[in-house]
Nanobody, 123 residues
Framework: VQLVESGGGLVQAGGSLRLSCAAS????????MGWYRQGPGKQRELVAN???????NYADSVKGRFTISRDNAKKMVYLQMNSLKSEDTDVYYC??????????????????WGQGTQVTVSS
């Protein structure tokens, strides 16, 4: 299973970016999907996550500005980021909890991470 992110870049404060993350590989189903971010010397923190039926959860710092969504058929998760601030500058990672079929034909789930995409907001 591989997660590939896209959509990061440089934007001025007040601007918008949309991040995308696509999963590929031998996937039975996907449970929660989420976005995290991490700056230099900081712990990785949750930005937002979304359940298979679309229930969402956001960090207080991004509520009202960021929107997470998913396309189950395409195995993708998105993060629409509006009203960006300089403090949103970080590397953003997607994470998916993926259900896979084992060699004994049972189901088990693993967490997978994307490679990270840089978001830089200039003030």
């Amino acid at each position: 299973v591989q997660l590939v992110e896209s959509g990061g870049g440089l934007v001025q404060a007040g601007g918008s970016l949309r991040l995308s993350c696509a999963a590929s590989g031998s996937i039975f189903s996907i449970n929660n999907m989420g976005w995290y971010r991490q700056g230099p010397g900081k712990q990785r923190e949750l930005v937002a996550n979304i359940t298979p039926i679309g229930s969402t959860n956001y960090a207080d710092s991004v509520k009202g500005r960021f929107t997470i969504s998913r396309d189950n058929a395409k195995k993708m998760v998105y993060l629409q980021m509006n009203s960006l601030k300089s403090e949103d500058t970080d590397v953003y990672y997607c994470k998916m909890t993926v259900v896979v079929t084992t060699s004994s034909l049972s189901l088990t789930e693993y967490d997978y991470w994307g490679q990270g995409t840089q978001v830089t907001v200039s003030s």
